[in-house]
């Protein structure tokens, strides 16, 4: 028996796998729940699809595995499971390529007693989809689907959650009222996220780009803990980067490091695509409460404000963290390869591969007019303000911050001021408010919104910056808490860790802690700083820590006269 009939053996045993649930799923089938029957199901063919739409077909059989999964005994088979032992099967059964895929797609390969094929297209107004499933046996079809979708019913899995209801039905399965309400419906936020990420990682690792993929496995597995497909994948794709070994046919040390950069760039492009396609990741909000302020007698004015807050966008900036999970792996595995500083690599990320590099700061620049109008519909204040938020990628965290300003509108006439008084806004960038890359709400109650929104980090993580103040032999004492310095510690640790890498350059293994004591005035100014202790042996190391420490702004706090003393031992290592 040569390698492939024993290769093609193995996987069609081992690969076949059951994502159905083990339990039987009583509460929406009666009977035997279709058990009996197994299926393979194929990624649809597609025609129409725009290039960032190349992820649809995935996305339609992950829904369907999902749905036949969860509401059937029907055993199922994902196909994407044996795409990496197809090439193999193939190159030893078929000359021809397209007569082998021909094959697949007629259900001659699948080791199931069904299949389900299709095509979806795309119209101008959504989808049709045209679905069957054939007996692998004797060809016949036992169920079949077509029907439309708008965009929308795409988006929330609706259309698709149709059809697969429609097909349960055709082989016989009797599902429950709860069943067939649930398929009628929208499926649940998470779930949408999870399949929707699960289908771009798939089409990413279809297309050789195994980083992007990977971020987007961990996303799927976060939102969606139960989807086995995704965490499966995530965790065998990260075991696989995280080891260095990068391929076989890296038989040189050359062609070793070319392999990894070429793998940096390819993460530093994932990840700045990511940032770089997003709208800003920001919500505006802003008060309809006007606060009255100095009142002018003599001239008959006074000052009218409100509260405005440019807040984060806390799932958006939470799908980047989870999918920093993929760089991590590749730090990881570039650590394991034990060739990092000979290579030249000791400063990735923040040396990056490419003109691309995220693992920085990304900066916006936003002009809004506000105006405040009388009933009578004139205009009678305008104020100009200028929003420059900022986040700071590092490939461990995420650093941003909320903005809260308040708008004043100066000297407004009293004769000109009514009863009712709107507040809109004119512009943002010198265009309408309705062309803004970010979202704009009113808010009557816009303070709670400001309270709420404004704190920077969960507080999760809070305690996890105060633990790792604590744990390392941090010492505070002053009216700051330990959070509000760890934050500006976190900010700026990755030009200092730069800062360290280049020195490791000139003196390879250069590791340890430099402890340094240095004391904040109210204003957030460091007023002083010393080096209390080391373990690097590197004066020129230390004077640059001291240096950069100098020149850190802390938050101001109201608390006059008071100097906070803080001790804190930063740790560099390769």
Do not use: C
């Amino acid at each position: 028996m040569n390698f492939f009939t024993q290769l093609r053996r193995m996987f069609l045993l081992s690969l076949f796998v059951i994502i159905a649930s083990q339990a039987q799923q009583q509460q929406y089938y009666t009977g035997n729940g279709g058990k009996g029957i197994s299926l393979t199901i194929y990624v649809p063919q597609s025609t129409g699809l725009a290039k960032d739409q190349s992820y649809i077909p995935a996305l339609v059989q992950g829904e369907f595995v999902s749905n036949f999964s969860n509401y059937s005994a029907i055993s199922i088979l994902d196909w994407e499971r044996l795409d990496d032992i197809y090439v193999k099967l193939v190159s030893e059964a078929y000359d021809d390529k397209a007569a082998a895929k021909q094959d697949v797609v007629l259900g001659r390969l699948a080791p199931t007693s069904h299949f389900l094929t299709g095509n979806i297209t795309k119209t101008a107004k959504g989808y049709n989809i045209k679905m069957n499933i054939t007996a692998t046996t004797d060809k016949m079809v036992a169920a079949a689907y077509t029907g439309t979708f708008t965009f929308a019913e795409l988006d929330n899995l609706t259309g698709i959650r149709r059809a697969s209801l429609e097909l349960l039905q055709k082989v016989g399965v009797e599902l429950t009222d709860k069943a067939r309400q649930e398929l009628a419906g929208a499926a649940e936020a998470n779930q949408i996220s999870a399949q929707t990420a699960l289908a771009k990682g798939v089409t990413a690792q279809r297309q050789g780009t195994e980083v992007e993929a990977l971020s987007y496995y961990y996303q799927a597995a976060s939102f969606n803990p139960a989807l086995k497909e995704a965490v499966n994948r995530s965790s065998v794709m990260a075991a696989n980067i995280s080891t260095g070994n990068i391929g076989a046919d890296a038989r040189n040390d050359i062609a070793w490091r070319k392999r990894w950069v070429a793998r940096l760039k390819e993460t530093e492009e994932t990840f700045y695509k990511i940032i770089d396609a997003a709208d800003p990741p920001y919500t505006l909000y802003y008060s309809t409460t006007i606060q009255k302020s100095n009142i002018d007698y003599q001239e008959e004015t006074l000052d009218l404000s409100i509260d405005i807050i440019l807040s984060a966008n806390m799932a958006w900036f939470d799908a980047l963290y989870l999918s920093l999970g993929a760089a991590k792996a590749v730090l990881t595995g570039l650590d394991a390869t034990n060739r990092r500083s000979e290579w030249g690599l000791d400063g990735w990320p923040q040396d990056g591969m490419s003109n691309t590099n995220p693992f920085t700061s990304k900066e916006y620049n936003f002009t809004v007019v506000f105006e405040l109008v009388n009933e009578r519909g004139r205009t009678i204040g305008r104020k100009t303000i200028g929003l420059t938020p900022s986040f700071y990628v590092t490939i461990n965290d995420i650093l941003f911050e909320n903005t809260k300003k308040t708008v004043k509108f100066n000297g407004v006439k009293a004769d000109d001021i009514s009863d009712n008084l709107t507040i809109r806004i004119a512009s943002v960038n010198e265009a309408p408010p309705q062309n803004a890359r970010f979202a704009i709400i009113s808010k009557v109650f816009a303070e709670k919104v400001v309270e709420e929104q404004m704190s920077m980090l969960s507080i999760a993580k809070e305690k996890a910056l105060s633990n790792d103040f604590l744990n390392k032999g941090g010492a505070l004492k002053g009216g700051r808490d330990i959070t509000s310095i760890m934050r500006v510690v976190e900010q700026n640790m990755a030009a200092l860790r730069y800062a360290y890498n280049k020195r490791l350059r000139e003196k390879p293994g250069l590791t340890g802690q430099i402890t340094v004591k240095f004391a904040i005035d109210e204003f957030g100014k460091v007023i002083f700083t010393q080096v209390v202790g080391s373990t690097m042996n590197d004066s020129e190391l230390e004077s640059t820590v001291v240096s950069r420490l100098k020149s850190w702004n802390f938050e101001k706090i109201d608390k006059p006269g008071d100097v906070t003393e803080v001790t804190y031992p930063f740790v560099f290592s390769s």
